[in-house]
């Protein structure tokens, strides 16, 4: 928001903006407030249960982002705050999903976890500063109940690994902004925390404009 990488916020007004992977639609709900028309798009029924529960007047769908339920060029933008693409196995799939509903010329930005925080454990203290992992282990973590069903998968990708599917999706790269820790933020939660926050960075945003 703050950093504008959909452009300035008075530029909004009127745009027609998809959210991808929206969770309770925070997103969306501030790009209604700057006169957007947001549309706000998630897996889970639980998450948009929660986002209706909130309100806001934000449309909200319920789909799977490698299967958009829209018609060709139905957007001007396209957002994602850790939405969908680190969940998905084959995200250059969602990519040329977000692509097809995408007007010429239009955005895609979404964040991600830094992929080198893979390589570290998941803790905001001291010991979540030494490498535990490879960085270039691909492997998804998972997540299981008592019987063995998967409940949460996260699929980890390199940074080259991100610009070539940014490519392989029918993108332009137009940049890759790692937030640095604001230090205003003395909070800790997770693995996040400002120890770890000023050392490594905790998120990528990649920058994406369809030719
Ligand atoms: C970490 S949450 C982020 C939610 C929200 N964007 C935020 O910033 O709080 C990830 C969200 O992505 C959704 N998601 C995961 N895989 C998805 C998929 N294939 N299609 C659409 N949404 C998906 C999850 O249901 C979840 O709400």
Redesign the pocket.
């Known amino acids: 928001m703050e950093a504008e990488l959909l452009g300035p916020a008075e530029d909004l007004k009127g745009k027609d903006v998809l959210?991808?992977?929206?969770?309770?639609a925070?997103?969306s709900r501030w790009l209604a407030a700057q006169g957007a028309r947001p549309v706000a798009?998630?897996?889970?029924h639980r998450?948009l249960q929660h986002a209706l529960r909130i309100g806001g007047g934000v449309p909200l769908v319920e789909?799977?982002?490698?299967a958009l339920p829209f018609a060709d060029g139905s957007f001007d933008l396209v957002c994602?705050?850790?939405?969908?693409m680190?969940?998905?196995a084959d995200p250059v799939l969602?990519l040329r999903e977000v692509r097809r509903v995408l007007r010429a010329g239009g955005r895609f930005v979404f964040s991600v976890t830094h992929p080198v925080r893979w390589a570290f454990p998941d803790e905001p203290g001291p010991e979540g500063l030494s490498v535990s992992g490879s960085y270039f282990d691909r492997t998804p973590y998972v997540e299981q109940d008592d019987e063995g069903n998967a409940v949460y998968v996260e699929h980890h990708r390199t940074i080259g690994d991100r610009v070539r599917d940014v490519v392989a999706g029918g993108f332009r790269l137009v940049d890759l902004v790692e937030p640095e820790w604001p230090a205003w933020n003395t909070s800790e939660w997770g693995g996040w925390s400002p120890l770890r926050g000023n050392l490594i960075p905790g998120t990528a945003i990649l920058v994406c404009e369809r030719d």
Do not use: R, T
């Open positions: 959210e991808i992977g929206a969770g309770a925070q997103c798009l998630d897996l889970s998450q789909a799977d982002a490698g994602s705050a850790y939405g969908a680190p969940f998905v969602v």
